[in-house]
Structure formats: C-alpha cells, structure tokens
C-alpha cells in the first residue's frame, strides 16, 4: 500500500517499485481515512488483503501518519505489515515518534530523481530480510 496524498511522489515511489523489479498489487490511498478504512476492511471481511508493506507519508489528510500507524498497530489482522515512512520531514521527532509507534524504516523524500530511485531497493531489501524473518521483529531502514 502506498499512503500517499501527492500523486507525483506516488508515480516516484511506483517508479522506483517497478524499476527494482517489485511486481505487486499496489493499493493507494490518498488520504489517512482511505488508509484506516482499507486496515478495517481487512478486519471485517477474512477475504480482504491486509498490506505486506505500507509506504506511509506522515503529512496526509485527514488522518496524518502517525494516526494511521497507531490505528494499522492495533489491527489484529493487519499489525504485522511492514511500515516504511517515506516523508519530506527530517524532524528528529518525527522520526522518533514513527519508531515508537513501530515504524520499521523511514527514507526521507530526496529532490533528486535518481535518489529518489533508492527507494525501490530499500523496499526490496526490507521484504526480503522479513521473509527471511517471518515478520518477527522491525528492521531498521534509514535514508
């Protein structure tokens, strides 16, 4: 899932996905309510998708990052998804407050395209070190 409100940064982050070779079912939401209601969805209806990964700008409308992270945590069905922040903010708080709500990487958004393009093997990277781990502890991931 992407949760993204800027539809330039989600054609970069689809960009950099494909160009990594990461063929996947991407949902998008473009606000944090889009967002909260796809984790609900999953948790009302056993045959609805819970994300693998979630790449969650923290600045969204509606509910911002960390609502949404604090609410995808608490999902039964969806808590173990991977959680990528992938925002524009530098803050040390930011960053501080995504880790304590379980964030598992944060890339911060670079102005350079090819920068940008780090992106998709970083995602590769993480889903491919919590296969190996079956989703049993948070990886680290910083840009």
């Known amino acids: 899932m992407i949760a993204e409100d800027n539809k330039s940064d989600v054609l970069l982050i689809q960009r950099a996905l494909k160009k990594s070779g990461i063929e996947a079912q991407i949902h998008i939401a473009d606000d944090g309510e889009k967002a909260v209601r796809f984790f609900e969805r999953a948790e009302a209806d056993a045959i609805a998708p819970c ?3 979630v790449l969650l700008d923290i600045n969204m409308p509606r509910y911002k990052g ?32 995504m880790d304590a709500l379980g964030a598992n990487g944060y890339f911060r958004k670079p102005s350079d395209f090819s920068e940008f393009m780090t992106l998709g093997p970083i995602v590769r990277d993480l889903l ?7 989703h049993s502890s948070p990886t680290s991931v910083e840009n």
């Open 51 to 53: 994300p693998d990964i």
């Open 66 to 97: 960390a609502e949404i992270l604090r609410r995808l945590r608490a999902s039964p069905r969806c808590k173990d998804a991977l959680v990528l922040v992938v925002t524009s903010s530098d803050s040390s708080r930011d960053r501080t407050e």
């Open 128 to 134: 491919m070190r919590e296969e190996g781990r079956g």
